[in-house]
């Protein structure tokens, strides 16, 4: 990371790691915000690159909304670690 | 059938239907791919127990080939890595190079073929994931075009640049597996049928493993030679020499766009996985903890530990470049970047038959060299990296080894459902 300016700051990783609901410790804190001070000032180098117009070709793919087999409820909750009364089990929405 | 290179997570044999092109054939499976009742990883602690309830698409196709699967691959955590060692379940070495990584994220797919407890194999290619692993273990890989592949039952990373691929031996023995696994798919919008744009013969890739490359023109991007290892352009220029000497000829292009590839690469794929990856909060499927309390903060410290130093990493750094303020720095000149790169490559095609490059830029590393050093290891992607952003086809062809008797891989780009273009020139190597 370079002496004079701080690229990312320890605060900065903190707020994306709140918005993607990982819980940080302070020691991956620190060398989280060394590490993305190197890799987005990689990625600095984009700002060269010029507008241009994407031909995209793309087409909606539809088809009919029919009922079809799907999983049982039984086989949707096989993996959860909770569940109660047939439905998943969260933590409490406070 | 554990292997000492550490290349099966799982190895429970699922068994496919008695007759069919793949029977009395093995075909691993790498474990980011659902097959129903056998637990499918991602090379993750967070879905250490996930039982998939139904199979994936190509596993479907698989059985019914006749298909018999001994095993789920080790990978890097939901594919996120190059040298197959950022798995939870440790990394897997290199089998034809002791000492060395395998490549990756599709090392154990690459590795349990090359040691021959394979047949074949299946990885999946997001940025370079099949043929990565399969020019380091001296095996053949082969990036479908977008499209041509379901991905349904495919756990994802990043939706709009991965496929399903197939990993073997030889290029006709590969182009035999994708037979198999290509069509479109119902459950999958994004696919395509091939004889809508390459006519009636569109899948018949294992016929065009002729070895005919008589009149056929290959161009060079200097941008992917500039930065490669000696020992690997020595191997890359022989490889070359070879196919000039059966009739094929070559020009170089120069394609300044090459050099966002890896930046315009990573920003999209870790933007794309800071959403996919949103889904593993421990309620529906994966580790919870067994943490009480406030629903985001149970979240947090479920993700905290189900999840690897580079899984995060990528999570975050997608957060952030989607974040408010940021998106048109990365996202938006990424996109930019990608549509620049598609371009002209389609027009590099025109005055070519296929595109050649060595697959990767260096060798194959030491295990444990690349690991603390990410950006080393993201430019190892180099070369591989504008396949998927162009929505392209590529083979990685063995094409010797460096003079310490490392594999060396060539990788051959052909135009969207070109496929049988890049198996009949890939074929004359191997």
């Known amino acids: ?33 060394d590490k993305f001070a190197d890799i987005l ?15 995209e070709d793309l087409a ?18 096989d993996n959860a670690p909770e569940s109660e009364d047939g439905y998943f089990k969260g933590p409490n929405v406070s | 059938m554990s292997t000492e290179y550490n290349g099966y997570i799982t190895t429970e044999r699922i068994d496919g239907a008695d007759d069919g092109p793949l029977a009395g054939t093995t075909v691993a499976v790498k474990d980011n791919i659902s097959t129903e009742g056998v637990r499918t990883t991602c ?10 309830p139904f199979d994936a698409t190509v596993v479907e196709r698989l059985k019914e080939a006749g298909a018999t699967i001994p095993g789920k691959t080790n990978m890097d955590e939901f594919g996120m890595g190059t040298t197959t060692e950022t798995s939870a379940f440790g990394p897997t070495e290199n089998p034809v190079a002791e000492g060395h990584v395998p490549g990756g994220s ?21 940025g370079g994931s099949v043929r990565a692993p399969a020019a380091f273990c001296g095996v053949v890989g082969i990036k479908p075009t977008y499209g041509l592949v379901s991905r349904y039952g495919i756990v994802a990373y990043a939706n709009s640049l991965e496929q399903v691929g197939p990993i073997a031996p030889t290029v006709e023995e590969a182009a035999e597996l994708l037979e198999v696994i290509a069509g479109p798919d119902e459950r999958d919008a994004t696919t395509r049928d091939a004889t809508n744009e390459a006519g009636e013969s569109a899948y018949d890739y294992a016929a065009a493993a002729d070895g005919d490359v008589d009149g056929l023109e290959i161009g060079i991007p200097t941008e992917l030679l500039d930065g490669a290892d000696e020992r690997v352009t020595d191997v890359f220029w022989d490889a070359i020499d070879d196919l000039e000497s059966r009739g094929a000829s070559y020009h170089e292009v120069d394609l300044e766009c090459l050099r966002y590839a890896v930046e315009a690469y990573y920003v ?30 149970t979240f947090a410290r479920a993700r905290e530990e189900g999840f690897g130093e580079e899984v995060k990493s990528r999570v975050l750094l997608g957060t952030y470049a989607l974040s408010a303020g940021y998106h048109d720095k990365y996202y938006k000149k990424a996109q930019d970047a990608r549509a620049w790169i ?58 010797g080894e460096t003079d310490g008797g490392l594999p060396v891989g060539l990788q051959l780009v052909g135009p969207a459902f070109g496929e049988k273009d890049i198996i009949r020139a890939g074929s004359a190597l191997a």
């Open chain 1, 1 to 33: 990371m370079s002496d004079t300016e701080n690229v990312v700051e320890p605060e900065e990783v903190r707020h994306v790691a709140d918005l993607a609901r990982i819980d940080l410790d302070d020691e991956e804190v620190d060398r989280f915000t």
């Open chain 1, 41 to 55: 000032e990689y990625f600095e180098t984009l700002d060269e690159v010029p507008e241009v117009d994407a031909e």
């Open chain 1, 60 to 77: 909606n793919v539809m088809r009919p909304d029919e009922v079809r087999d799907s999983l049982s409820q039984a086989e949707a909750l």
């Open chain 2, 43 to 52: 090379g993750s602690a967070m879905l250490d127990d996930y039982v998939p």
């Open chain 2, 106 to 126: 599709s090392g154990g797919s690459a590795a349990v073929v090359a040691a021959g407890d394979a047949d074949m194999a299946l990885g999946t290619d997001t």
């Open chain 2, 268 to 297: 999209t794929a870790m933007s794309e996985a800071s959403s996919n990856l949103a889904r593993f909060d421990g309620v529906r499927y994966g580790q919870s903890g067994g943490y009480d309390g406030n629903w985001n903060e």
């Open chain 2, 342 to 399: 598609k371009r002209d490559i389609n027009d590099a095609l025109e005055g070519a038959d296929v595109l050649a490059s060595p697959t990767m830029p260096v060798p194959p590393m030491e295990m444990g060299e690349s690991l603390s050093d990410p950006l080393t290891m993201y430019l190892a992607d180099a070369n591989t990296t504008p396949v998927n952003l162009a929505n392209v086809p590529a083979i990685s062809v063995p094409a």
